[in-house]
């Protein structure tokens, strides 16, 4: 899951939309997949340092041209921006993976993708001072509202400590946010923070996720192995950030933002068959809540206004 931001030019206008449709839709079934894989990796099969390490390694390898091309220090980076863009790998990765252990997968979307704008526009708010339009506030409250829904459930009802793992993937989501304006900044392409951040998390989890790796390996665990590689490292690491930008190139940012409140309702569905994860009542309003909020925060309708 990556930030990019581009503006329409004519000749993106020019082309067919259906292309950036399928593009936006592709994408966020990747991100439903990656939370729904990581989940049952980490609760089944895998440590999160061991997924980590499929995670970034691949994108790390296929990337390594770039990586070599702009070194492991890109000048003119900056120490803040640097340690921005390296918390959404590894860090963000370990706390997330080990969230993913006590969160339901139906929860995952609207405490992760869900209240990432949430942690964006409030870092642009208090540290560069962005101001809000009214029906993005009001998004902002329906995520909160939600979230609460989600997560006082599992504080007050439920003894799995699902709250835990509530708490956890809300401090992803903020690690992500420092991330998204550290990038917006850094003066790096889309591929260019994708290799960086995967080489430097992958020498980080290496040391930590290897002897789980041979273990799985000697256990005859090498087809989850693979299929996290694949979804992980291929999908979620590198198609996922390149169908994004064709998303918005194609569509435009609103637009194409507007799509990811889909990823939260595919999680849920996929996790049905694959987890046994049935979501009760109050998450059902929990996400509904949290979708529509991300939907308002998208700034779709600030741009139909605009257009009117």
Known sequence: MSDLACSSSPRAQSRPVLI???AALATVTIWAVWAVATRHAVTHDLSPATVGMLRFGVPALLLLPISLRIGLFPKGLGLMKGVGLLGSGAPFFLIVALGMQFAPAAEIGPLLPGTMPLFVALIGWLVFGERLGRIRVAGFVLILIGSACIGGYGVLFAGHGAWRGHLLLLSGACLWGIYTHAYRRSGLSALQ??????????????PFGTPSLVRALGDGL???????AVVQGFFSGIVGIVLYGIAIDRLG?????????????LAAVIAIPVLDEIPDGIALIGIALATLGVVLTSGIFDSAGKGR
Request: positive net charge.
């Open 193 to 206: 923070a994708s290799a960086l951040i995967g080489l430097w998390s992958f020498l980080i989890l290496m």
């Open 20 to 22: 950036g449709w399928l």
């Open 222 to 228: 090498a087809g989850p192995v693979i299929m996290q």
């Open 253 to 265: 940012a609103s637009r194409a933002a507007a799509v990811s409140p889909l990823s939260i309702v």
